[in-house]
Structures are given as structure tokens and as C-alpha cells.
């Protein structure tokens, strides 16, 4: 019975899961990461970047990047931002509640096409959790690639996500961190600045480079610039876009840039492709 | 293998100094110095005159504003490879802000002063000094407008 509802459901990722709240951590003053185990079937497949539709029972649905492991087993991981009343009746769950699930959903970041290149991630904000699992995809098969930095900014360092893992990427040798703040008190003697100011320092070959970028619009407009301007081709150069993404399958429309979808068409483009259509102000 | 390096060797491959004729490389490392900082040394400080300017080549300085009642507020850190200081170059030549060595740092030091008066006597250099650091200047103006959007501030659950 529970493998023909797992079979059902990967056929029909739109089709709502119950799923129970086996672990909450407390990431930043609005932000938890949810660990959640869906009841009486497996954990579908995921890849990074894809997302899931996460429902607050009584209170509505969000578009929640999956930021767990794609390579092992064990629980769905989201990390949430609580900005509005879902993601913030989310962030509120407690071990031991129920929430809705529906997934994955769209497009993944590409670790196969960076297969042999330097990989650049640059992340702004909640925009490090949909790359986390593309860190972990990369450093579970570390050899296939070449350097591999990671860029990460925020607002002030107690916005940092997943601090534990910073401290132990950042001691790894087959892994560049840097991290940055825009605001600072005196004590903090870490880079101070925007992220964009990282990508020139970051050791990569700018001909043999896929970079992937992840957060507010605007960070990944200026995130972007900055790579271009380094030599990365735009073909090359990866987003994650977010709009009001309601159904996930790119049937209601809300998501519609242009002639895209993102729930479905993305959300990770290739800025070559994507580009034209963020410039039209209109959409 | 350790390959040493003298400081016209720095020099000319640092991108602010990259490609400008052999005369004036010659001219501005005999310009420059080496200098050490302890943690929490000033390099300068608000108001000082501006007749040196650094390039970082080990450690950190934190580029700072003294706030009333806060103290040192931070609104930059530059690292190796950096630039610090343009304002040697620009009236009235003083320091806008103070800058402190977060850790211990290795620097190039410019004499600014002398610089500043060849440019006026060879315009040619002015010119071309002035340009590139106009690009650093425009590159701290342009990260400085993206701080000010506080982009991390509003919208994105995920």
C-alpha cells in the first residue's frame, strides 16, 4: 500500500503528502530549518534546487526551497524565512506537527554540466539554502570537480545561516569560503562589504567556470554583473529566480515571467536565457 | 619554491599599476616603502592628511567611521590585493575615515605626497593614476549603493 502511494505520488508530485515535523533548529532570529519525515511512505527524490509546496495547515501554502542532502537518505530539510503569515506559521512548527507537502518541483542547478569546471557559488541571505544541497552534490563527488568557492553575504552576522557548517567548509582545503556582511559592529573583523566585491578575489578560470547565484533579485543582478565582468560567459553563469509560485506545476499562472514559468520552466535559469526577461520591467 | 620579490615586482604586477610605462613604474616604486602593522594599529585615522596610500599585501584592515557612543563602526574590510586610500589624490587630502588592522598586516606603502606632485608635473601620469583610481573609486561607490539597498532585508522565504 505505501509503495503504491510512494509510486502514486512520484507520478503526481501535486498530490499533497502529510508529513511529520521530526526536527526544528533555530538558524537566525526568523529562520528555522525543518526536518521533515513523510508519513508511511519514503522521502521522493529530490534534486538541488528544486522546491516543494509547503503547507500550513489552516494558514496556506509556500514555495520552500529543499535545502538538505540529495545524496543520502534521512529527512526532508527546508530551511524558512518567516516574512509573511505562511513561512511564518511555519517557522512555528514544533517537533511532533503535521504539515503539508508537495514535490519536488522545478528545475535543479546544474552539477552535471559543471562537471570538470571551477564552480563559483555565490549566496545572498536565506539565497545559501536552496545552494546547500548543490554543495553537498559537489562535495560528495569532490574529484569530478575543480576549485569550488563559495561566496556568501548577509545582512549582519547574526543573519549567518548554518554556522556549524560554515566553520567546517571554511577548514576544509578543497573548499574556498568567504564570507561577508553588510553591517558590522567594531568586534567583527570578518569581511565587512557586499558579496559582490568576493567574486574578483574568488580563485576561479574564468573560461572553464559555471557559477551559481542565489538570493534577492537585485544581489543577483549585481552578483551577475560582477561575473561577467570577470570572464564568465552568461551561458554559464546559473539563478534561481523566486515569484509568488502557487500551484508548481505551471498551470495558475502566477509565476509567469514572460513566456515562462518559474515553478516549472525554473527556478534555476540560465542567465543567457533569462536575462531579456528580467530587463522587461513590465513583467 | 619561494620565489622572491622586490617591491618593483609588486608593483608592476598589481592591477592598479598593470601596464603603465617602465618610467613611471621605476618612479613610483622608489615612491614606496614596506611597512608592518600590529593588530589594532591605525594605518590613519579621520581628518589625518592623506600623503600615504596602501597596497594591502597580507592581512586585513577594517575601514571605519567613529560613532559617538558606538564606537568604531565598520563599513569595509579590505584584504590582500586591496587598495587603500584614495584621497591622496583628491582636495582637500585628508582622511575620510579611520582604518584599523584587524590582524596583523603587510603593506606597500605610497608616498602620496610625492606622487601627487609629479602628477601636476606630468599630466600624462596624473591622468592615468587619476583613471584607475576612479575604477576603484566607482567600485566602492557601486558596493556601497548595494549596502544601502539592504537587500537581505525584506521579501524571500526560501
Redesign the interface.
Known sequence: MAELAERSDRAFPAFLRPHTVTGVERETADTVTLELVPVGSGRPAFAAGQFNMLYAFGVGEAAISISGDPTRAGPLVHTVRAVGSVSSALCSLRRGDVVGVRGPFGTPWPVEEAAGCDVVLVAGGIGLAPLRPTLYELLARRSRFGRVSVLYGTRTPADLLYRGELRQWRGRFDLDVEVTVDHAAAEHFDNVGVVTRLIPRAAFDPDETVAMVCGPEVMMRFSVRELLVCGVPAERIFVSLERSMRCGVGLCGHCQLGPRFVCKDGPVFRWSEIAPLLEIREL | MVVKKDIADLIEQHPIFLGLERRYLEFIAACATNVRFDEGDYLFREGDPADTFYVVRHG?V?V?IFVPE????????V???DVLSWSWLIPPYQAQFDARC??LTRAIAFDGKCLRGKCEQDHDLGYELLKRFARIMI?RV??TR??L??????????
Open positions: 586585513s577594517v571605519e558606538r564606537g568604531g563602526v565598520p563599513v569595509q574590510v584584504g590582500e590585493g584587524a590582524t567600485q557601486r558596493a548595494i549596502q539597498l539592504d537587500v537581505y532585508g525584506h521579501g524571500r522565504a526560501r
